[in-house]
């Protein structure tokens, strides 16, 4: 499992690179039916986190690395 450590949180900003990954979860609920999570690359070493579009916290872009890794090896299988 990949913990995202060293979160940084920060105003909101908008990203001026691509996401890295992202995910929407659905939610058999009345409020936040769907919730998107995205991971976009903010330079070299962070990487810039959105939930439902506010875009508030940073994180080491070697975890969001990892979680695209282990996305993509699962996908393979």
Do not use: H, W
């Given at each position: 499992?990949?913990?995202?450590?060293?979160?940084?949180?920060?105003?909101?900003?908008?990203?001026?690179?691509?996401?890295?990954?992202?995910?929407?979860?659905?939610?058999?609920?009345?409020?936040?039916?769907?919730?998107?999570?995205?991971?976009?690359?903010?330079?070299?070493?962070?990487?810039?986190v959105s939930l439902n579009g506010?875009?508030?916290?940073?994180?080491?872009?070697?975890?969001?690395?990892?979680?695209?890794?282990?996305?993509?090896?699962?996908?393979?299988?």
């Amino acid at each position: 499992m990949v913990y995202l450590i060293d979160a940084a949180i920060c105003d909101s900003l908008t990203p001026t690179r691509g996401a890295e990954i992202g995910f929407v979860f659905r939610r058999d609920a009345d409020t936040f039916r769907n919730m998107e999570l995205t991971f976009y690359q903010y330079d070299s070493g962070s990487c810039l986190v959105s939930l439902n579009g506010e875009k508030r916290l940073f994180v080491c872009r070697d975890s969001v690395v990892a979680i695209v890794e282990n996305v993509n090896t699962l996908l393979m299988d």
